[in-house]
T-cell receptor, first 116, second 113 residues
Framework: EAGVAQSPRYKIIEKRQSVAFWCNPI?????LYWYQQILGQGPKLLIQ????????DSQLPKDRFSAERLKGVDSTLKIQPAKLEDSAVYLC??????????????FGQGTRLTVV | AQSVTQLDSQVPVFEEAPVELRCNYSSSVSVYLFWYVQYPNQGLQLLLKYLSGSTLVKGINGFEAEFNKSQTSFHLRKPSVHISDTAEYFC???????????FGTGTRLTIIP
């Protein structure tokens, strides 16, 4: 079974530039998550989709971050403009449904963003 | 809101020795608890989870964890570690009815040959 695919694996940009990350979840998974993992910290949920609708984006800095999941499959996360503190690993995960107690969330390898 | 504390950021252990990785949580309601592992250059993988029932939970690769409600802990153990266990381990919690994972800061397990 193919896992969660993310690209690119690494990205270096200058502050104030824009960047986009792409995620292809496991086929058939309705729920998709984007997490931010800053060095030395645990992953923090940025946004959660159920099919193509947003379930939770309470921790997404909406002045600079945006995400979409067209057709309820692939998703993109964009940062515009980037700040130094956005340097982190951005993880995408997917699961069959919303309830983590009933289903397992599968994670991609992540995209490591460095803002200089 | 729930939170998770992993007191040890790094744990070095000799090969074939036992290991315990500590996790304490804070929540005003009942919780579900999880341990994830992140091997080098790989994504997070579920090791085990506690939902209800027996407080001793067995997971993959010989790991187990014990839920202790009075001490609000969910420590991860393995009786004999191998080089292949070298990884970062994350404890996570979610409240009943609010199934969003809150992760700890992680513990890097290093196995010494």
């Amino acid at each position: 079974e193919a896992g969660v695919a993310q690209s690119p694996r690494y990205k270096i940009i200058e502050k104030r530039q824009s960047v986009a990350f792409w995620c292809n979840p496991i086929s058939g998974h309705a729920t998709l998550y984007w997490y931010q993992q800053i060095l030395g910290q645990g992953p923090k949920l940025l946004i959660q989709f159920q099919n193509n609708g947003v379930v939770d984006d309470s921790q997404l800095p909406k002045d600079r971050f945006s995400a979409e999941r067209l057709k309820g499959v692939d998703s993109t996360l964009k940062i515009q403009p980037a700040k130094l503190e956005d340097s982190a690993v951005y993880l995408c995960a997917s699961s069959l449904d919303l309830a983590v107690s009933n289903t397992e969330a599968f994670f991609g390898q992540g995209t490591r963003l460095t803002v200089v | 809101a729930q939170s998770v504390t992993q007191l040890d950021s790094q744990v070095p252990v000799f090969e074939e020795a036992p290991v315990e990785l500590r996790c304490n949580y804070s929540s005003s309601v009942s919780v579900y608890l999880f341990w994830y592992v992140q091997y080098p250059n790989q994504g997070l993988q579920l090791l085990l989870k506690y939902l209800s029932g027996s407080t001793l939970v067995k997971g993959i690769n010989g790991f187990e964890a014990e839920f202790n409600k009075s001490q609000t802990s969910f420590h991860l153990r393995k009786p004999s570690v191998h080089i292949s266990d070298t990884a970062e381990y994350f404890c996570a919690v979610t409240d009943f009815g609010n199934e969003k994972l809150t992760f700890g800061t992680g513990t890097r397990l290093t196995i010494i040959p």
